[in-house]
């Protein structure tokens, strides 16, 4: 099944490139890596904002980095045109803006995590890290970056 069919599939329509709101770029591709910038999460056009274990739990956040996930395959295919083109999700970097007690961070990531899977299938496995931190621009839940090996 194509990337393509499986998105419809999960009846996701991937959203165009979003402008960055500050000096950098959505994408840089250097040779058959594409390096993207970090995404916030986004929950009606606006930042999905709050603080893990505070105002927000676990499901949230995992809907948070899910719809940020949705983001990055918007950004991905401006980046290569043809998402079927993607050889691998390589690696996965998710920032949680949560209190400094709230341990699940992993589990937050996972909601992107597991729609890389479910749209690439094996392609889709990466390498992750899962931070919390203090804050994010603009008060945003999750922030994701990725790095994806193509054609």
Known sequence: MSVY????ALN???????TPAAAYVPFVRTGNLVFLSGHIARKDGRPWVGQLGKDLGTA???AAARAIAID???T???AVGDLNKVRRIVKVMSLVNSTPDYTEQHLVTNGASELFVQVFGD????A????????IPLGACVEIELIAEVE
């Open 123 to 126: 392609k889709g496995a990466h």
């Open 12 to 18: 996701i329509e991937l959203p165009p490139v979003a």
């Open 60 to 62: 949230d956040g995992q």
């Open 5 to 8: 069919d499986q998105l419809k």
């Open 76 to 78: 991905l295919q401006a």
């Open 128 to 135: 992750r890290s899962a931070f919390g931190v203090a804050q």
């Open 72 to 74: 990055l395959l918007g």
